[in-house]
């Protein structure tokens, strides 16, 4: 997998609802921090370590969202590692919208596989 396509590949299987292909990027023992320093699904602000907390955290966000759209506005590619700014438009179930920008950080392992996301939103 080429680094460099990674974020619209994971948060285009995210717009698709496709959880399985979402997770299928990710290494076994990934760390997603979603946002980093956390929030209240992760006040101790870990992260979600492994894919059964990943696809726990994917089953909450996706509860409460009826559409998600994206946008990268740009990424930078160094090494085995992608940070991307990108635009996160999020239509909750009662269809308000809300858009967050971040920075997300995605590495890959040598097995092309998602080792970490670390997403810096605005607050």
Sequence with gaps: ???ADIPEQSMGRVKAKDKAGWLALYADDAVVEDPVGGAEWDPEGKGQR???AIGAFYDMF???QSAFEFEVHERFVCGN?????VSMHITNKEGVKNTTK???VYKINDAGKVQSLRSF???
Excluded: D, H, P
């Design 1 to 3: 997998m080429n680094v």
């Design 50 to 52: 492994g894919k059964a």
């Design 62 to 64: 996706s509860t409460f």
């Design 81 to 85: 590692e992608v940070a991307a700014l």
């Design 102 to 104: 971040a920075i997300n």
């Design 121 to 123: 939103w605005t607050r």
